[in-house]
């Protein structure tokens, strides 16, 4: 792995290690990036009582845990398995898998420009590590168009060749935004009224998915890699279908839905 950083984690820093030795009631791993040691005590590796360590680590697996704290003079560090829930842990694993990801480009484009990946990364990282923690953000956010690589100080010719890769093997995360639409009407044509009023949103957007959910409501989905634009997407969505309800007569609500 080309990433490395400096010094020490920071207490309660959920990092990536990899099992190094098991004793009887403790377990040393090395800490993944920081490239340093540190050490588990049983009553730290899960909850409640544990006949065997060994059924939980053994060497060269490669665990996510919690920093219980640091003494950076003695140069011990002080980690917790069992402290660590499911959701840290797969947070923890895309963003390796996704720092991975981002290794492979920098290898892909230092192959093409005749450096070493090593070369390629310690330049690019001098620059984007200055307002990022991590390539794999920048590039994702090289492609949302929220900055460009130039504007971080990377020399035009590998900003050139890094941007074209990244636009190309990077995508963006599909965010889900839910709302739900109450719509009545006594008019005779309440069901053709009801209907080119949801028309109003599907003109703005084709994609949206919007389905019959009884007593006069309609659930609507939208699908975007980008969450401020779904927003206000949906909120133009529901501002055209609600001002063509009430110039029919009608009444009309919306309300978004909070993802779980």
């Given at each position: 792995m080309l990433l490395k950083k400096s010094g020490y984690p920071e207490e309660n820093e959920i990092v990536l290690c990899t099992v190094t030795a098991v004793k009887y009631?403790?377990?040393?791993?090395?800490?993944?990036?920081?490239?340093?040691?540190?050490?588990?005590?049983?009553?730290?590796?899960?909850p409640g009582r544990i006949r065997n360590i060994r059924d939980y680590v053994k060497e060269g697996k490669v665990i996510v845990c919690k920093v219980l704290s640091v003494n950076k003079e003695k140069g011990h560090i002080d980690l917790s398995l069992r402290r660590v829930n499911e959701t840290q842990r797969r947070a923890?694993?895309?963003?390796?898998?996704?720092?991975?990801?981002?290794?492979?480009?920098?290898?892909?484009?230092?192959?093409?420009?005749?450096?070493?990946?090593?070369?390629?990364?310690d330049k690019l990282s001098e620059k984007i590590l200055e307002e990022y923690d991590s390539l794999y953000n920048c590039f994702s956010?090289?492609?949302?168009?929220?900055?460009?690589?130039?504007?971080?100080?990377?020399?035009?010719?590998?900003?050139?060749e890094i941007t074209d890769v990244v636009m190309q093997r990077v995508k963006l995360p599909e965010v889900e935004l839910k709302g739900?639409?109450?719509?009545s009407t006594y008019d005779p044509d309440g069901v053709g009224i009801i209907k080119?009023?949801?028309?109003?949103?599907?003109?703005?957007?084709?994609?949206?998915?919007?389905?019959?959910?009884?007593?006069?409501?309609?659930?609507?989905?939208?699908?975007?890699?980008?969450?401020?634009?779904?927003?206000?997407?949906?909120?133009?969505?529901?501002?055209?279908?609600?001002?063509?309800?009430?110039?029919?007569?009608?009444?009309?609500?919306?309300?978004?839905?909070?993802?779980?």
């Amino acid at each position: 792995m080309l990433l490395k950083k400096s010094g020490y984690p920071e207490e309660n820093e959920i990092v990536l290690c990899t099992v190094t030795a098991v004793k009887y009631t403790s377990v040393f791993v090395k800490v993944n990036f920081y490239d340093k040691s540190g050490m588990i005590h049983i009553s730290e590796i899960s909850p409640g009582r544990i006949r065997n360590i060994r059924d939980y680590v053994k060497e060269g697996k490669v665990i996510v845990c919690k920093v219980l704290s640091v003494n950076k003079e003695k140069g011990h560090i002080d980690l917790s398995l069992r402290r660590v829930n499911e959701t840290q842990r797969r947070a923890k694993m895309e963003e390796v898998r996704q720092e991975q990801k981002a290794q492979k480009i920098v290898e892909f484009v230092a192959e093409k420009l005749k450096m070493t990946a090593r070369e390629l990364y310690d330049k690019l990282s001098e620059k984007i590590l200055e307002e990022y923690d991590s390539l794999y953000n920048c590039f994702s956010d090289v492609v949302a168009g929220e900055v460009t690589l130039k504007e971080l100080g990377v020399d035009p010719m590998i900003a050139d060749e890094i941007t074209d890769v990244v636009m190309q093997r990077v995508k963006l995360p599909e965010v889900e935004l839910k709302g739900e639409f109450k719509l009545s009407t006594y008019d005779p044509d309440g069901v053709g009224i009801i209907k080119e009023a949801l028309a109003q949103a599907t003109k703005i957007n084709k994609d949206a998915k919007i389905t019959y959910v009884g007593g006069g409501r309609y659930d609507v989905v939208l699908y975007s890699q980008d969450y401020k634009s779904a927003e206000k997407m949906l909120e133009k969505m529901s501002t055209a279908v609600i001002d063509f309800m009430e110039s029919k007569g009608g009444q009309a609500s919306f309300q978004k839905i909070e993802s779980k």
